[in-house]
């Protein structure tokens, strides 16, 4: 049994496409199921490789347990057959509130292995070519969604996933037949095994969302703003000068270790006249550091959109450097690196000895190096970066970083489209035929898509139109991945802060009212599943793409932003601040049980993260972590929140 296909339809398609609005249609559907068939054509050797392998280690693991045999070796794998490309997953329109996925989409998947196999007891060996055959495999579940009485979004009604195949384990020789009767039913067994973990996990992620403190509040938990910490301005400038100078020192995000302790809370450091971080010791290549210089980018972009001042002029342009070094270091060729430096530095010596050099380029008379990390980039990078250029284009009124940001989007976007939506030659240790590695490709991630194309038609009109009109229905999946992250709240959190990144910029430059319309579904369904986590971030752009301007609502989203002020700026909490210790529950995921509060905690009260606050989940409290007193933060859960804030009147000095 192929479980990494089922493993990719559940990881993959296990959500929706359907809008809640009156303006869906069939389109949806369709659009989505060419796409997966593009993904098949381009992953299905990849896939058949690993499933071929899954296959081989149930034979020998049945094959030594039914035939008591010592030791198992495949010699050769004579043949291997899976129609996967020509029958791809899909779904199926029910209705505009169900939706059948389907592996395949029509017929079923068949399968044929034939693998030469060694058999040794004791100084007797035996050596013939056995077949498995997997017939008739069929993968069917059915989702259900509805309005909720508030105009959001959730779901209701989950089917099991249900899995049918047949299989058979054959020899060549007469001798091993009754070996093969042994066998099979082991075989058989190791593969049941394999799809009921996988359903597990499934069911158990499904279920997640019932389990206490992920209980959906939606609005009605809201923090009284009691707080009054005055001016912020000052404070949160001191933050942007602290970080360009301690973690930014080639204009690059990167984590920092520093020369002395600290137990300081940010509002104590940073306030006028407070002690700041300190002095640097080390800063060292972050395997994120492409996505976080974007995302502080952002800020600063926003922060001289209301300040319009030399100073921050100046920051922006030394980030936007920065950005252009982790293109330049790749060739310019718009593929992105994830973080880079001069060669000569300790961070380039750094990235130098602990192997992760993927590039060399001579940039401006000097030898700078960049790291794909371990398995290239992803989209979460290039997603940040794209926010903080397009930021930089449209709030910076500078000729100069308005043509620059506007050169390096293109290229970004232009290398993407190029490769299909899907880039391989970044991992050199990505090879279709050894199944290794894993390319990044944004299929059935449509809304990103989408606002990467509105940025680029942003700073280039015209350019990218025939490319949104092609895949305007994609927004009609758009919603795909959405319906799938708040299947578990808790899990990957990162995945609401890079929603919700792309959302802000989707929302602020979409002009198309029905694509509009069905795109806020996707923020209502986050707004009833992640609206009570207290959230600042995510508050602030699902209240932005919204409309939603209630006091009492931006009173919640200050006062929430307040108690993250009283978090150290080290990896440790502040000497002012108690943590408080939380009981916890477990959530027995098959793979990865978690330990989670069973209820929402307080900012100031979670877990400790050295880039960006908002992106951790709001469920594990800071008590139970260690403490690195030299380990500084960054801080852009700080400062990019507050200028985005300032700019859509949250925030008011």
């Avoid at 009284?224 to 301690?246: C, F, H, S, W």
């Avoid at 992803?378 to 050169?407: C, M, P, W």
Wanted: net charge positive; hydrophobic share 40%; aromatic share 10%.
């Amino acid at each position: 049994m192929p479980v990494l296909v089922f493993l990719f339809l559940c990881q993959n398609l296990f959500a929706a496409n359907m809008p809640l609005d009156p303006f869906f249609s069939n389109r949806g559907v369709e659009s989505n199921n060419r796409d997966y068939a593009d993904l098949f054509q381009k992953l299905g050797p990849l896939l058949k490789e690993r499933i071929k392998n899954e296959l081989v280690a149930a034979l020998t693991e049945g094959l030594g347990s039914g035939g008591k045999a010592k030791k198992i070796t495949v010699l050769e794998i004579k043949g291997f057959d899976f129609d996967l490309q020509k029958k791809p997953l899909g779904m199926k329109f029910l209705n505009n509130q169900e939706v059948e996925i389907r592996g395949p989409l029509e017929d079923s998947w068949n399968m044929r292995l034939v693998a030469r196999v060694r058999m040794k007891w004791g100084f007797i060996r035996n050596t013939d070519d056995f077949t498995i055959k997997i017939k008739k495999l069929r993968i069917k579940t059915q989702i259900r969604l509805e309005n909720t009485e508030e105009g959001l979004a959730r779901l209701t009604i989950i089917k099991k996933p249900k899995i049918k195949f047949r299989l058979s384990v054959n020899a060549s020789e007469l001798g091993n037949k009754v070996l093969v009767k042994l066998a099979s039913p082991i075989v058989k067994l190791i593969l049941k095994k394999k799809i009921k973990k996988a359903l597990a996990e499934t069911e158990q992620t499904m279920l997640g969302i019932s389990k206490e403190g992920y209980r959906p509040y939606g609005l009605s938990n809201l923090n009284q703003e009691t707080l009054d910490y005055g001016d912020m301005d000052p404070m949160v400038r001191n933050i942007d000068r602290k970080i360009l100078a301690i973690n930014a020192p080639f204009g690059i995000v990167s984590p920092t270790m520093t020369k002395s302790e600290a137990n300081t809370s940010w509002l104590e450091a940073f306030s006028p006249g407070g002690p700041g971080a300190g002095e640097r010791q080390l800063t060292f290549p972050g395997g994120d550091s492409a996505i976080w210089t974007g995302h502080f980018l952002g800020g600063l972009a926003m922060k001289h959109k209301l300040l319009k001042d030399q100073e921050t002029l100046a920051q922006v342009k030394r980030v936007l450097w920065g950005i252009e070094k982790l293109l330049q270091v790749n060739g310019g060729s718009g593929l992105l690196a994830r973080a880079a430096a001069p060669l000569k530095s300790p961070t380039g010596q750094h990235m130098l000895k602990e192997g992760s050099v993927y590039a060399r380029q001579m940039i401006d008379g000097e030898i700078w190096v960049g790291t794909q990390g371990g398995n290239g980039i992803s989209r979460d990078q290039y997603s940040g970066v794209f926010f903080g250029l397009i930021s930089a284009h449209d709030f910076v009124n500078d000729a100069e970083v308005k043509k620059t940001s506007a050169r390096l989007l293109m290229m970004m976007l232009d290398y993407i489209i190029g490769t299909g939506w899907f880039i391989t030659e970044d991992r050199r240790s990505f090879s279709i035929a050894k199944g290794k590695s894993s390319p990044t490709f944004w299929t059935g991630i449509n809304y990103q898509r989408l606002t990467f194309l509105l940025m680029g038609e942003q700073v280039s009109p015209g350019k990218y139109t025939h490319l949104i009109e092609k895949y305007n229905d994609l927004v009609y999946s758009a919603a795909l991945p959405i319906y799938l992250a708040v299947l578990d709240p808790a899990k990957s959190y990162y995945k609401f802060n890079l929603q919700s990144t792309n959302f802000y910029s989707y929302f602020r430059l979409e002009k198309d009212p029905v694509r509009r319309e069905v795109m806020l579904n996707c923020i209502k369904l986050l707004e009833n599943y992640v609206g009570h986590h207290k959230n600042v971030w995510l508050d602030m752009v699902r209240s932005i793409a919204l409309g939603n301007r209630d006091e009492a609502f931006m009173g919640h989203i200050r006062q929430n932003y307040k108690l993250a002020l009283r978090r150290g700026h080290r990896m440790c909490a502040p000497k002012s601040l108690v943590l408080t210790r939380h009981p916890t529950t477990t959530v027995n995921f098959p793979s990865t049980p978690i330990e989670v509060t069973p209820y929402v905690l307080d900012p100031d009260q979670r877990h400790f993260t050295t880039n960006f606050m908002w992106q951790r989940d709001p469920f594990t409290a800071g008590i139970t972590q260690g403490c690195d007193p030299k380990h500084e933060s960054v801080g852009l859960g700080m400062t990019v929140p507050y200028w985005m804030g300032r700019v859509h009147g949250i925030f008011k000095r």
